[in-house]
Structure formats: C-alpha cells, structure tokens
C-alpha cells in the first residue's frame, strides 16, 4: 500500500512537472499568404525552429493572397495580429505611417543578424526612421515568354515596345484569334505601362511631395491610350474576354496552360508556378526586357518581395526576432525554406544555397534576377504606386473601357481625378 502511494505520489509529481514546463512554454503566432510549396517549406522550417528552442512553441496561420491583406487589417485594427508576420511592402503607409505600426527590428539586432542584409534593402523596410520590415527577397516585374508558343508562332522574343506591338497581329494570323503574344491583368498592365512612361519622360508616376500624380493630363491619357493600343493589336487579350473564364489565379485559367497566353510581365519571385502549371512539354524562358532607345533608366517596379514583421503589440517580440533571425540566417531554417519565398537576401543564406546547389543560374527566378541587377534603376518607385485602391480604381477604368461605357478619354480623365483624391488622403 505504502509503495502504491509513494508511486502515485511521483506520477502526480512527474505530471505536474510537465504542466508547469508546458503552462511557461511560450508561444508565437506566425501568418503568411502563399501556395502549397510556400506553406509546406514555412511549417517544416518552424519545426526546425521549435527543436532548436523547445521552450517557444509557434502557431502557424497561413492563407493564399486573396483575402490575407483583409483578414491582416481585421487583425491589426483588433490589435490581435500575429507575432511574425510576412508583410507586403505597400502595406508600410497603411498600417505604419510614421513607423510606429510595428516594432522596430533594429531593437532586436541582439538575436537578429541586421549584417547578413543590404543596407538599401533595409531601407526599403524602413518608415520615419524604424525598421519596420526585413526584406526577405528583392524582386521587379520582367518579361518571361512560353518559348513553344513563341515558336509556333515563327517570331523571336520583342526587344523594343514596337517589337511586342507588332506580334499580336502575327500572333492572331498564325495561331488564331485565341493566341495572344502577352497577358496581363491590371496590376500587371499599370506596372508595365509606367515602365514605358519612365524610360520616355524619366519620371515617376506618384509625386509624393505634392501627393498626386506626376503626369500631366496628355501623359495621363497616353498611359491609358497604351493599353488600349495593346488590346487593338491583340497583344493582350481585354479585361473583359479574361473575366469570361471566371475567377482564378491566371497560372490556374485553361489558356495559360494550354499555352494560348504565352508570355507575361511578371515578378521574378513567382514565375516559377507559373512554369510549373504549364502543359508539358511547355516551358517558360525569360524574354528581354523592352527598352527605348536612349532610355537610362528601365523603369524598374524593383521593390521587396515580401517582409517579416513584429506585431507592435506582441509580448514577445525577442523570441519573434530569433524566429525571423532562424528562418532567414540559420541554416536549418533556411535550408528548410529553399527558394520558397524568392532568391534569399541574406548574405549567409545566398551563398550556402548557391554552393548546395538549390541556386541555379538556370532558374527561371534567378535568371530574372540577374537581369534585374544589371538593368538602370535610378528612379524609386513610391509605395503609394501599390494602393489597393489606386489599383483597384485603375482596373475599375479599363473594365469600363472593355465594356464600352467609358472612352480611354474619360477614363485616363476620372483615373486622375479620383486617384489624386486618393493620394491627398494617403499620403501623410
């Protein structure tokens, strides 16, 4: 009876024991948008993290893009958002004006390895003089094409913006009036319309100073005129024909993977599933990048592809740091990530991953980024480009176009009436 109870006595004891270990573990919330590779890679680097410090446990919240920001803004304004956070870098003026909507990493430096990363990366992070963001990977918008497709067509890939012009109308006569030398959807088409306007003019598109636009009304109207022109030579198909297929991810629309959309102007970070998701034998090849002659600036959309951020009101933010310090300095962590959220930034990451083997010349990633590092960029683009309401206004215009309900006059008109309302409001 005596050792029964003595037994009993030390089982409770052992149990109580690991109540309290487990009741002082602390925990962290992590969330981030992605795919499935993007999801599985983050969750096994977590693993990687939790062995490493068992006493921080991390609870991971993952989603695709549509609806994340939504979902983030829900969370921010409740002050219920996560520890760790993958940011956006556009989402700096709405959530951290004067830079106190998140904690500032350069406190952190202790556990978090500022070294390994470019000093005007950080700045891209940086708001009123805090880090607010790491970069995890740099990234611009480059011109890839399905060289099957191309070649079906009998055309090599456009050098110059006449080149491309010229191609919807071989496109169509060739291959029929479902073949289409580029898609774009609206993000991709006002990204690429103010790279031509950049390289012509030699200025921005947002002038933050006097917070509206920098164009006049005839370059407002020439920026719209170029879409239009596109859609005319059957570059590009209309807004209108692409919503006929319904709501999807554009890699994920039957034409694109048939090949019947053979080219886009995408970000170097994310043209990897757009390969992937093509028919085989189909594959993806990065194109030139169209050029005026006598431009010395490429017009660039060079910006981070995403961040990693400290919630403001996390009551952990040391243990938030060595997360963010594991997943992109240490190797476990990033050998766990690979290539799952762009080429890293970090120095010790970038040359393990080349000398391993994981970085390929080859890539269709790393090749954009090669490209991308040697092509002229002098002019910073504003964060205020990527507004989701200027975005959402533009695209707002050129449906209205397709539609017939608006003239290019009208809507490179109402696009620079309302979107200086906008900009007034945004800009702090």
Same mark, same amino acid.
């Given at each position: 009876?005596?050792?029964?109870?003595?037994? !009993?006595?030390?089982?409770?004891?052992?149990?109580?024991?690991?109540?309290?270990?487990?009741?002082?573990?602390?925990?962290?919330?992590?969330?981030?948008?992605?795919?499935?590779?993007?999801?599985?890679?983050?969750?096994?680097?977590?693993?990687?993290?939790?062995?490493?410090?068992?006493?921080?446990?991390?609870?991971?919240?993952?989603?695709?893009?549509?609806?994340?920001?939504?979902? !983030?803004?829900?969370?921010?304004?409740?002050?219920?958002?996560?520890?760790?956070?993958?940011?956006?870098?556009?989402?700096?003026?709405?959530?951290?004006?004067?830079?106190?909507?998140?904690?500032?990493?350069?406190?952190?430096?202790?556990?978090?390895?500022?070294?390994?990363?470019?000093?005007?990366?950080?700045?891209?992070?940086?708001?009123?003089?805090?880090?607010?963001?790491?970069?995890?990977?740099?990234?611009?918008?480059?011109?890839?094409?399905?060289?099957?497709?191309?070649?079906?067509?009998?055309?090599?890939?456009?050098?110059?913006?006449?080149? !491309?012009?010229?191609?919807?109308?071989?496109?169509?006569?060739?291959?029929?009036?479902?073949?289409?030398?580029?898609?774009?959807?609206?993000?991709?088409?006002?990204?690429?319309?103010?790279?031509?306007?950049?390289?012509?003019?030699?200025?921005?598109?947002?002038?933050?100073?006097?917070?509206?636009?920098?164009?006049?009304?005839?370059?407002?109207?020439?920026?719209?005129?170029?879409?239009?022109?596109?859609?005319?030579?059957?570059?590009?198909?209309?807004?209108?024909?692409?919503?006929?297929?319904?709501?999807?991810? !554009?890699?994920?629309?039957?034409?694109?993977?048939?090949?019947?959309?053979?080219?886009?102007?995408?970000?170097?970070?994310?043209?990897?599933?757009?390969?992937?998701?093509?028919?085989?034998?189909?594959?993806?090849?990065?194109?030139?990048?169209?050029?005026?002659?006598?431009?010395?600036?490429?017009?660039?959309?060079?910006?981070?592809?995403?961040?990693?951020?400290?919630?403001?009101?996390?009551?952990?933010?040391?243990?938030?740091?060595?997360?963010?310090?594991?997943?992109?300095?240490?190797?476990?962590?990033?050998?766990?990530?690979?290539?799952?959220?762009?080429?890293?930034?970090?120095?010790?990451?970038?040359?393990?991953?080349?000398?391993?083997?994981?970085?390929?010349?080859?890539?269709?990633?790393?090749?954009?980024?090669?490209?991308?590092?040697?092509?002229?960029?002098?002019?910073?683009?504003?964060?205020?480009?990527?507004?989701?309401?200027?975005?959402?206004?533009?695209?707002?215009?050129?449906?209205?176009?397709?539609?017939?309900?608006?003239?290019?006059?009208?809507?490179?008109?109402?696009?620079?009436?309302?979107?200086?309302?906008?900009?007034?409001?945004?800009?702090?």
């Amino acid at each position: 009876m005596k050792i029964r109870t003595i037994a !009993l006595f030390v089982g409770l004891a052992s149990a109580g024991s690991m109540m309290s270990i487990n009741a002082s573990a602390e925990e962290l919330r992590m969330s981030w948008w992605g795919g499935n590779s993007r999801h599985t890679a983050t969750n096994d680097a977590v693993k990687e993290f939790e062995k490493v410090y068992p006493e921080i446990s991390v609870k991971t919240e993952y989603t695709g893009w549509g609806g994340h920001l939504e979902r !983030l803004t829900t969370q921010i304004a409740g002050n219920t958002e996560p520890d760790v956070m993958q940011t956006n870098w556009n989402w700096m003026p709405i959530f951290s004006a004067r830079g106190d909507g998140f904690k500032d990493l350069r406190e952190y430096s202790g556990v978090l390895d500022l070294t390994q990363f470019d000093q005007s990366a950080l700045e891209a992070g940086t708001n009123n003089g805090k880090l607010n963001g790491i970069p995890v990977s740099m990234t611009a918008r480059v011109f890839y094409y399905n060289k099957d497709t191309w070649a079906k067509a009998g055309l090599p890939y456009p050098v110059t913006w006449d080149d !491309l012009m010229k191609a919807g109308p071989v496109f169509k006569e060739k291959l029929g009036d479902e073949y289409f030398p580029l898609m774009l959807e609206g993000r991709d088409i006002i990204a690429m319309n103010r790279s031509f306007m950049v390289q012509k003019y030699g200025i921005p598109m947002i002038d933050e100073a006097s917070k509206k636009f920098a164009y006049s009304d005839e370059q407002m109207l020439e920026f719209f005129k170029m879409y239009e022109d596109m859609v005319n030579n059957h570059v590009t198909p209309s807004s209108k024909y692409v919503a006929s297929f319904g709501k999807a991810n !554009l890699y994920e629309h039957k034409p694109w993977i048939n090949g019947e959309w053979a080219g886009v102007y995408m970000w170097n970070s994310a043209i990897n599933k757009y390969n992937d998701n093509l028919r085989p034998p189909q594959s993806m090849e990065l194109g030139f990048y169209l050029m005026q002659k006598g431009a010395d600036d490429a017009g660039l959309f060079y910006k981070p592809a995403l961040m990693l951020s400290i919630g403001k009101n996390s009551k952990n933010p040391e243990g938030a740091a060595k997360l963010i310090n594991f997943l992109l300095n240490e190797p476990a962590g990033y050998n766990a990530m690979g290539l799952a959220r762009g080429v890293p930034l970090s120095l010790a990451a970038r040359r393990a991953l080349s000398l391993d083997g994981t970085i390929k010349d080859d890539d269709l990633s790393v090749a954009g980024l090669a490209q991308i590092d040697d092509l002229p960029k002098k002019l910073i683009t504003s964060p205020h480009f990527e507004n989701p309401k200027i975005l959402g206004l533009f695209e707002e215009m050129i449906e209205k176009m397709d539609q017939g309900s608006m003239t290019v006059e009208q809507a490179a008109k109402e696009f620079m009436s309302q979107g200086n309302r906008i900009l007034r409001r945004a800009i702090k």
